[in-house]
């Protein structure tokens, strides 16, 4: 994986499809019903669509989504924690009745879609109408090809692997490793160009599966497949659409200036041939396959004097943390803010270590087996600085499953799929020199000065990522509404590459190339703007949580560490889960309804004077 949070497994998704569901949780939102009640006369059929009748379809709906959402949890983690070919049957068997459940419940929704609800019922039928990410058509021989692209698209990216001339043959973790390493131009292109052609194959069956999803999104009501997704955030599409343009149009200057001044430290370590100090950055040379982060390269851009003067992976060692005091520690967190000590299944069935005897998913995953208590995580714990924040991250999730397990089944799940890697990300932020002290991690606090080195390793991640996470669904959404046609499919996502994230092809690329598809979230259907909406309100829930601690100092260097009316705060809008529109649950927090890259201005305000300073001190012409 290559983001800092978790993503769900494919089964997970399934899940999440069906239910709102996954060991990371997704989402669904709440609908505009109309006023007017279809007449029994206007639309009679041999299913009678009356209000009475969708409320008893929602309520044994939900009851079998409940029932079988355990049953799928359990086979999955038997199968992520003991991986065989008999365990990969029974999730393949599990997923593959999940997917018939949540089409044919979707389909059944959608009949319901004009009968007038109360708001709580209302809400419950979008979820079930809309919470298809690749909706099958009616047709069965349709459903049943969908099904086949889908996953031949999922085998082409898992099994590629690109072979240098040396008989080195790396697949894509491997290739990522070796981007994220080496410092040859020549290495890193080949590396890039040759993931890329692992996609090439992809193209024909990418452009039959929008056919047939669209299709089935029009079976549901919805105009498109794009459509059906931008329902989703509890907004009219365009309004949501319209929503993320104005938080990117916020952001966008403190993009600017960090691409302005990495693109000047790559050209004093490459030269005008590799790495021109004007226009886009060539997407090899930032230190990541797909350059939506750019932490590896920070050695290279880094200024003078930047070490804060400690390591935490270090500081683990010296004061004899293994992985479950690791786990311990992240507990105490959530402890000191008030919230309940993990139950002791939590200690007894996660798992914190790689075992010797087996084959495991070893990516850092959190799970809801029961809908109640049973949370775990699982993860081969690394005795890091990495997976010391992984940890906090985790349990975040595990915190939010925990929170809302008195809601009613669908609105078990964050208020947007934002919310759920925001919450855990939040948290993460609290992990600052001061939160060390605290724990007696570290005995003195860094002054002031080692701060830009800090939140420049922070920017190189969470900055750098935000316009690739804007851009990913922003190609899908025109290609899904016919925006972009097939002919254009990778001439369009390197003019969105260009215009969000001021990056460009390392070398020629044709329409004979498919460049979307080396990312693992195109052909494996994964929604990626909830990574986009999870920067911005990570930012805007710490400034607010910082503020009801009483925060007096910069935000940057703000730990909820031990505030319990901060701990309180949060575990009320955890607790609503998604029982109400997002807004609802965001201004619990925030004070407000609406989302703001403010916060994330606020926090990176040094770093932005000092990339200012920078860039004018070297005269360097910003833009591209």
């Known amino acids: 994986m290559n983001l800092p949070f978790k993503r769900p497994s494919k089964i997970a998704i399934v899940i999440s499809m069906a239910l709102g569901l996954t060991a990371c949780q997704q989402v669904e939102e709440e609908i505009v019903i109309s006023s007017a009640a279809v007449t029994s006369s206007e639309n009679q059929s041999e299913q009678k669509i009356d209000s009475a009748s969708a409320i008893a379809f929602i309520n044994n709906a939900e009851a079998e989504l409940a029932k079988i959402s355990v049953e799928g949890a359990r086979t999955e983690w038997v199968y992520s924690n003991f991986i065989t070919e008999d365990t990969a049957a029974l999730s393949a068997a599990i ?8 089409v044919r419940f979707a389909t059944e929704a959608a009949k319901y879609a004009n009968v007038e609800l109360d708001p709580v019922n209302a809400r419950k039928l979008h979820i079930l109408r809309s919470s298809l990410v690749l909706p099958a058509p009616l047709d069965p021989a349709k459903n049943a090809e969908l099904a086949q692209i889908s996953s031949e698209l999922n085998g ?37 160009e040759g993931w890329r052609q692992i996609a090439k194959p992809m193209r024909p069956l990418f452009e039959r599966e929008v056919e047939l999803a669209n299709e089935g999104a029009k079976d549901l009501g919805f105009a498109d497949l794009s459509e059906l997704w931008r329902s989703q955030y509890d ?10 343009d104005r938080l990117w149009g916020d952001i966008k200057p403190l993009y600017d200036s960090l691409h302005c001044y990495v693109r000047g430290e790559l050209n004093e370590q490459y030269g005008d041939e590799v790495a021109p100090d004007n226009g886009p950055i060539p997407a090899h040379l930032l230190g990541n396959m797909w350059a939506q982060q750019w932490g590896t390269i920070y050695n290279t851009v880094a200024p003078t004097d930047a070490d804060p003067g ?10 004899n943390y293994d992985e479950v005091k690791m786990v311990q520690q992240a507990e105490g967190f959530f402890s000191s803010l008030g919230f309940e000590e993990l139950p002791e299944t939590f200690w007894i069935r996660s798992l914190f270590v790689q075992p010797k ?46 929170a809302y397990k008195n809601q009613p089944h669908l609105f078990k ?3 947007n799929d934002g919310f759920h890697e925001a919450i855990g990300d939040t948290i993460a932020l609290s992990i600052t020199p001061s939160y060390l002290k605290q724990i007696g991690l570290l005995d003195e606090i860094p002054d002031e000065s080692k701060d830009i080195g800090l939140l420049l390793r922070q920017a190189l991640d969470k900055i750098a990522f935000m316009p690739f996470g ?5 190609w899908r959404w025109k290609v899904f509404n016919g925006e972009i046609a097939p002919e254009q499919y990778n001439q369009a996502w390197w003019e969105l590459r260009e215009k969000y994230q001021g990056v460009k092809a390392p070398i020629a690329r044709t329409e004979a190339d498919f460049d979307p598809g080396a990312k693992y979230h195109v052909p494996g259907n994964v929604p990626y ?15 607010s949580l910082c503020e009801i601690a009483g925060n007096e100092g910069p935000v940057h260097r703000c730990s909820i560490y031990g505030n319990k009316e901060a701990g309180d705060k949060l575990n009320q809008m955890l607790e609503a889960g998604l029982s109400q529109p997002w807004p609802e649950a965001l201004n619990i927090v925030t004070g407000t309804k609406d989302m703001d890259a403010k916060a994330i201005l606020d926090y990176f305000a040094p770093l932005q004077v000092w990339l200012d300073e920078q860039n004018k001190n070297e005269n360097r012409q910003c833009g591209w």
Not at 95 to 102: D, H, I, L, R, W
């Open 470 to 474: 804007l851009m990913i669904d922003q």
């Open 156 to 192: 082409l990216y898992g099994k590629g692997k690109y072979c240098f001339d040396d008989g080195r043959c790396l697949t894509q973790p491997e290739l990522s490793s070796l981007m994220a390493e080496s410092k040859d131009p020549a290495v890193l292109l080949e590396a890039w």
């Open 310 to 319: 400690y390591d935490v992976t270090e500081l683990l060692a010296k004061n």
């Open 413 to 415: 799940g964050s208020a």
């Open 529 to 543: 703007t909830r990574y986009f909406l999870a920067h911005v309100l990570q930012f805007q829930f710490h400034k």
């Open 357 to 402: 005897d087996r084959d495991v998913v070893c990516h850092a995953s959190a799970w809801d087996l029961d809908n109640e208590d049973d949370i775990r995580i699982k993860m081969c714990i690394q005795k890091t600085a990495e997976d010391f924040t992984v940890i906090h991250h985790e349990l975040g999730h595990n915190y939010y499953q925990r």
């Open 95 to 102: 997923g593959e009745k999940m997917t018939s459940m949540s």
């Open 235 to 244: 907004m009219e599409p365009e309004a949501f659409s319209a929503e993320l």
